[in-house]
């Protein structure tokens, strides 16, 4: 069983549409949460991170954590044909900077926006 | 653009061929991390370092090193590649808490 898992979809919605992306953890060590957006061939692209149980809003993006079931989520407002990409939710167990940062991931949730 | 820069974009080698990965990372991020990519395995953890020092591994190959430099730049060594090495390779560089990643090296074995 996987540390960390993701409905890879693919996923489809209507340009305006709300999307909703999950992720499902097993390792109660994990303190970060993190979403990455990666358009294809490029680098991953942070878009919001989020320290322990809480949500989080930016702009059209609100991320939430619940540490208790294990589970976070992404949730776009108002999707745009741009959001079309590769979402992914990745989680680490301790601060990245000078401590044992390493992030795990999960599969990627494959979204498209059609206008 | 993530300040983050890989060096080459691509390459294409054969079998049982050595090739050199490099990641400068962002002015003043002292860590750097290697990450793989492949279809089947997602994004998966490689090695970490620290100013230089080795901080965490993760499921890297005996075949595989990796060094950071004094000037923090780092390098991945992959040798006696096989078929299944081929994968999109990513250095992520950070200061506190968040990481931030380069646009990735395509390696391609035949």
């Known amino acids: 069983q996987k540390e960390v898992e993701q409905d890879p979809g693919p996923l489809s919605v209507p340009e305006g549409a709300i999307v909703s992306l999950n992720c499902t953890y097993s390792?109660?060590?994990?303190?970060?949460f993190m979403w990455y957006r990666q358009y294809s061939r490029k680098g991953p692209e942070l878009l919001m991170y989020?320290?322990?149980?809480g949500n989080k809003e930016d702009g059209r993006f609100t991320a939430q954590v619940d540490k208790s079931s294990k589970y976070i989520s992404l949730f776009i407002r108002d999707s745009q044909p741009s959001d079309s990409a590769t979402y992914l939710c990745?989680?680490?167990?301790?601060?990245?900077?000078?401590?044992?940062?390493?992030?795990?991931f999960g599969q990627g949730t494959i979204l498209t926006v059609h206008p | 653009d993530s300040g983050v820069t890989q060096t080459p974009k691509h390459l294409i080698t054969a079998t049982g061929q050595r090739v050199t990965l490099r990641c400068s990372p962002r002015?003043?991020?002292?860590?750097v991390y290697w990450y793989q990519q492949s279809l089947d395995q997602g994004l998966q953890f490689l090695i970490q370092?620290?100013?230089?020092?080795?901080?965490a591994k993760g499921n890297i190959l005996e075949r595989f090193s990796a060094q950071q430099f004094p000037d923090l730049h780092s390098e991945l060594n992959l040798s006696s590649l096989e078929l299944g090495d081929s994968a999109l390779y990513f250095c992520?560089?950070?200061?506190?808490?968040?990481?931030?990643f380069g646009p990735g090296t395509r390696l391609t074995v035949l």
């Open positions: 002015s003043g991020d002292l860590s």
């Open positions: 989020t320290y322990s149980s």
């Open positions: 992520a560089s950070s200061a506190h808490d968040t990481q931030y």
């Open positions: 990745a989680m680490s167990g301790d601060a990245g900077g000078t401590s044992y940062g390493k992030l795990t």
């Open positions: 390792n109660s060590a994990f303190q970060y």
């Open positions: 370092y620290y100013n230089g020092e080795e901080r």
